[in-house]
């Protein structure tokens, strides 16, 4: 088992994960081309990608490319052509269904299959159905929507239709030879809607069908660096202890502040795969977020619910983005009972209570005025408990004493617990706001009791 760590720097995210190489080759391989000329801009991010290659992976497969392709009719030939000759025995595309000139993609997919096009009856009336209310109230009736209803109608010879969520039906077919395609629309909101429907349909429950699985282990870690996995992982090859290694892929990845660690077996290979999560877990213990892959928002939501218990938020620096982060998960009412931005030092003495002699000794950024915050919340609002959050986001207001990206983070409890951190956070502006909500969430998993204190 070989191991490549996917960044230097331990601190920040990665978006390209590290691998243990093995399994790879034996797992049925699949391809992602994602289209849309918006996309290549970078005005636009891609969601489908992602949200397909996980989906992917929990069913068996190996995603060997990932592509953002541009609507040229000719790029689109081009990728099928590039992932079907690497052997992908699945491709999935996404984008180009629409009723514009530029939405050629099941045009260009019946070509690269080797089959023509047909008006699909069927199809347009469920297409008219869907247009005609809308249409005809805002006066959109007519010839062109009909022109543009019948070129969304015509349907590849030989492929399974699925059913339009929007107004572009999605498509599953295959040619004499090559890969599966599953054409499916653009918009996150249709193609999510319609993957259950792609997943059933005859061709794709036919490949489904011989594609073993096995289920993968996650870990997550907060506070350990990558590069201590990666020795981890060095010594454990070493030792021959785990002669089934190889059929263990590992990957990592550094996402809002916590390490995933990834085992995907291949099938028989889940002992294996068992055994390796707990030696990993054995080791690195103390930084352990969870075995299961439960994420940190789903801990605290879960402890603050089981506990009864009520959080407020005092924040400086991040500008109610740790509020904005508590409240984004459903039923966080229950447990949030408010938050006050106070980015001045006059909104700090007036909304919170802290002592302007004490932001005058200590500094508006300190552990004392982080405390401060915290008591302050808790008291305002009467929680059970208050964190406060202050620092120096940058670009500019650091000292040699107090540097861009210093932060001061206190959580508090109405029993008189205190959890507080100061640290110097890397990253821009928007980094150092970021890791200082993701810091303060797992102190405030510490003191709800969801992790050990340390």
Not at 5 to 27: I, K, L, N, W, Y
Not at 30 to 37: F, P, Q, R, W
Request: some cysteine; hydrophobic content about 40%; glycine content about 14%.
């Amino acid at each position: 088992m070989s191991y490549v760590p996917a960044a230097d720097d331990p601190a920040a995210d990665s978006a390209v994960a590290g691998r243990a190489s093995g399994p790879t080759a034996t797992r049925p391989t699949a391809a992602v081309l994602v289209t849309g000329s918006e996309l290549l801009t970078g005005l636009v991010r891609d969601a489908n990608g992602p949200y397909l290659a996980r989906e992917l992976g929990a069913l068996g497969f190996e995603v060997s490319e990932l592509m953002l392709v541009g609507d040229r009719p000719e790029d689109l030939r081009s990728a099928l052509e590039f992932v079907a000759g690497n052997g992908a025995e699945l491709v999935i595309t996404s984008g180009g269904l629409g009723p514009t000139a530029d939405d050629l993609t099941a045009e260009v997919v019946a070509g690269f299959c080797g089959v023509g096009s047909r008006l699909d009856p069927g199809v347009q009336e469920t297409i008219n159905a869907k247009t005609a209310r809308w249409a005809s109230r805002g006066g959109f009736d007519g010839p062109a929507l009909e022109a543009a209803t019948r070129k969304q109608s015509m349907v590849p010879e030989g492929a399974s239709v699925l059913e339009p969520v929007g107004t572009a039906p999605g498509l599953v077919l295959r040619g004499t030879s090559g890969p599966l395609v599953v054409v499916l629309p653009g918009p996150p909101r249709e193609l999510q809607g319609m993957w259950p429907s792609a997943l059933t349909s005859p061709p794709m429950a036919a490949l489904l069908a011989g594609v073993q699985h096995a289920e993968p282990r996650l870990l997550r870690f907060f506070g350990l660096p990558e590069s201590e996995i990666a020795a981890t992982l060095r010594e454990i090859e070493t030792s021959g202890g785990f002669p089934e290694l190889a059929r263990v892929e590992v990957t990592t990845c550094l996402r809002r502040s916590e390490l995933e660690v990834d085992l995907h077996p291949l099938p028989g290979a889940e002992k294996t795969a068992d055994a390796l999560a707990e030696e990993i877990i054995t080791r690195h213990r103390r930084n352990l977020v969870s075995a299961d892959g439960t994420t940190t928002d789903e801990l605290l939501a879960r402890v603050l619910g089981e506990h009864g218990l009520t959080v407020a938020t005092g924040e400086s620096c991040t500008g109610g983005l740790l509020a904005g982060r508590l409240v984004d998960r459903p039923g966080s009412s229950s447990y949030v009972s408010g938050g006050v931005v106070a980015y001045s030092n006059e909104a700090k003495t007036s909304l919170l209570g802290v002592p302007a002699e004490l932001i005058g000794t200590h500094g508006a950024v300190s552990p004392e005025v982080a405390r401060a915050l915290a008591d302050g919340a808790r008291e305002r609002f009467g929680t059970d408990i208050g964190i406060g959050i202050t620092g120096v986001a940058g670009p500019d207001g650091g000292t040699e004493a107090k540097p861009v990206g210093y932060v001061c983070i206190c959580v508090t409890t109405r029993e008189g617990g205190v959890l507080a951190r100061d640290r110097q956070l890397p990253g821009g502006r928007s980094d150092v706001r970021e890791r200082s909500v993701d810091m303060g969430m797992h102190l405030l998993l510490r003191a709800a009791g969801g992790l050990p204190r340390g």
